[in-house]
C-alpha cells in the first residue's frame, strides 16, 4: 500500500491563501454595513419647469394670453376694415378708426331703422355721438342705449377693460380660428350662471400686437379685410350736432291710418 505524502506549502503560497483569509470576513462585514446604513441612491433630478426657466406658468394660459393681446390693443392706432356677416342680410363693411389722439370713429352700414339708415358712432373731444349718414349728429349721455347699440364699438372701448380685469366672471379657452382669421382665437363665456355677462359671448381672434382679425358677436360675425392703416391725426364729425336722441336700430313701428267713415 502506498502511503500518502504530505507536500510542504512553499512561502508564497501560504501568504496568498492567509491573505484570503482576512478578506472574506472583512467583505462580508461591508455587505452587511452596506445593507443596513447606506443612503438610497439619489432620484433623477426632474427638468426645470418652465417658471424655473423664467416663464412664469400663469403666462401660458388661455386668459393670460388674452389679456397681453387686449393690452396691446388698447394701444393701438390705426384704420381698419371689417367684413360684418348677419344672418339674413348682405355682407358690410365696417370701418374702425382710431386716431392719435385717441379719438375714433366706427362706421356701420344699413344699421339702424331696420337697416335702412347708415351711422356712425364717434367718440370726439371726450363726447360720444350717434351720426345718421349723412346727416346729424345727436350727443349721447353716457352710454348709447341698448335698441341704439350696434356694439362693434365695444371691441375697442370697455370690452378690453373687460378682457383684462380678472376679477370679471369670464371663462376663457383656446379656440378653433374662425375662416379668414389671422392670430389666435380665444372663446369667452360666463362663469357664473347669475352674473350678466359684461360682453358678449363669442370668439375673439387678435394678433400679438392686438389687431382684432376677427370677432363672432351676438349681432354677427366681423373678419378683417386687408391690413389696417395709418391712424389720423384726430376723428371728426360728419355733420352738424343737433338736439335729439340716437337712432333705434329696429325699424320705427307703422302709423295708424285713419280709417274713413262711410
Known sequence: MTRATNVPLSATTARMFHVRLLIAPLSA???????????????????????AQGVPAEATQPRSKLAARAAAAKDLRQVAFYVLKTKDRPDRTVAITRATDGSWRVDIPKSAHGGTIDIAIVFHQNALYQCALPGNCVKVDGQLPGTSDPKISHLITDWLAVMLDRQQAIAVSIAQPLPGAAGECYAIESSAVALPMPLDAGIYCYEKDGTLTAARLSIGTLVLAGQPGPPPPTVTLPGPVVPGAPLPLAAPAPTASSTPVP
Open 29 to 51: 462585514a461591508l455587505l452587511a454595513l452596506s445593507a443596513c446604513g447606506s443612503d438610497p441612491v439619489p432620484a433623477a433630478t426632474p427638468a426645470p419647469s418652465a417658471s
